[in-house]
């Protein structure tokens, strides 16, 4: 390989199958992202057998299509990148024996990608951010604060010790009936609804540093929903409502807390603009996008959110960072194994807390 231009980017650690192919000059040349919402919703959430056997039947589909939408043949692709973990054993499994078999049948590289990582690098993808920046990832599966130094250097600010922000959404969600996912169905319901009416907590606000907590927050919906059926043998529309925008609200205060400590404590001397980079499917919540955009106005910095679809789960964040870590010197070799466990920050104190894809963070 003289020079390393093209990389397939391959993703399988939750409930997308993802594949894409992307320049190193930042070209997107495809980006295909399989979805599996409709295989969970009846189990509120994500049933790791079937996003497993899923992937398994659809990650050839996703890389042909991939192909044909960049009109690339596959012996253009200079390197092969795919999410080794963290995530759902099952689906990080399927992708590295994928990339594994492929590598091997092209005479390519192929390099094993931390899902992270991914999130992490997207806004230098999309924004050509420099380093260092701070990187707010709000997901389903992942809530952290990190510095990210450099293409495998990054220092974990502060997450959380629980559920996700995601992950509170659609819990909540269930409990008030809206469906799966939940995000933009709370989201909805909220627009009507009075969010003072119920003193929900803001967790962890009464502690130092970046941590945060969503579980409690979830528990105290609960507690107010039961009381109400209790107390008029149902729920009214009006009270959803209430009860979505109370809980919306409280999710923003604590992460535009949390942000503003965030930037605070990024001393980054010499850099010549202070980036917040958001990502994962909770910033696309219109009141929490803005809060957070807010909070970083004021503390100086520059907010970059990357287009939704490559904030949420896909593939070309994976060739990406593959690319940026290939030419660092990164290397995997056919000894490459999926982890469930994988910190970014891998010196931080381990978190207690989960998310929909397991502990990991
Ligand atoms: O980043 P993502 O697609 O997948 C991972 O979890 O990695 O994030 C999905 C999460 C889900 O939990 C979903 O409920 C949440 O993002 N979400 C939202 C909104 N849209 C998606 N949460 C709040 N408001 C939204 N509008
Ligand atoms: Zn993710």
């Not at 941590?211 to 009006?238: H, N």
């Not at 942000?259 to 990024?266: D, H, I, L």
Request: glycine share 12%; aromatic share 6%.
């Amino acid at each position: 390989m003289s020079e390393l231009r093209l990389c397939l980017g391959l993703e399988s650690s939750c409930d997308e199958t993802a594949a894409a192919i992307v320049g190193a000059d930042r070209s997107i040349l495809s980006s295909v992202v399989y979805g599996q919402a409709d295989l969970h919703e009846a189990y509120g959430g994500v049933v790791p057998e079937i996003a497993a056997r899923a992937h398994a039947e659809r990650l050839d589909i996703c890389v042909a299509e991939a192909l044909r939408e960049a009109g690339v043949a596959k012996e253009e692709i200079d390197l092969i990148a795919v999410t080794a973990g963290p995530g759902l054993i099952g689906g990080v499994m399927s992708g590295v024996v994928f990339a594994k078999a492929l590598a091997v049948s092209l005479d390519r590289p192929m390099l094993g990608v931390n899902h992270l990582a991914g999130h992490a690098l997207t806004p230098r993808l999309t924004d050509g951010v420099g380093y260092p920046y701070i990187l707010l990832l709000v997901s389903g599966g992942h809530c952290q604060f990190l510095a990210v130094m450099g293409p495998d250097s990054f220092v974990r600010i502060g997450g959380t010790i629980d559920d996700a922000p995601g992950e509170a959404f659609d819990k909540t969600a269930k409990l008030l009936g809206l469906g799966y996912p939940g995000g933009p169905l709370i989201e909805k319901a909220a627009v009507d609804g009075d969010a003072g009416r119920f003193a929900f907590p803001r967790p962890l606000l009464d502690r130092p540093g970046c941590d945060m907590s969503f579980s409690g927050l979830k528990t105290a919906v609960r507690r107010a929903r039961d009381e109400l059926v209790a107390e008029q043998g149902g729920l009214w529309r009006k009270v959803v409502a209430d009860l979505a925008a109370g809980f919306q609200t409280a999710v923003a205060d604590v992460l535009a807390e949390k942000t503003r400590r965030a930037c605070e404590m990024f001393l980054a001397p010499g850099v010549k603009e202070k980036v917040l980079a958001i990502a994962g499917g909770v910033a696309a919540n219109k009141e929490i996008g803005a809060r957070l955009a807010e909070v970083a106005a004021e503390q100086g910095f520059r907010a970059v959110l990357p287009p939704l679809r490559l904030c949420t789960d896909n593939a070309a964040m994976i060739a990406w960072a593959g690319l940026e870590q290939y030419k660092a010197g990164a290397r995997s070799d056919m000894g490459l194994v999926a982890r469930p466990r994988w910190p970014l920050d891998e010196d931080a104190a381990p978190l207690i807390g989960s998310g929909k894809k397991g502990a990991k963070a």
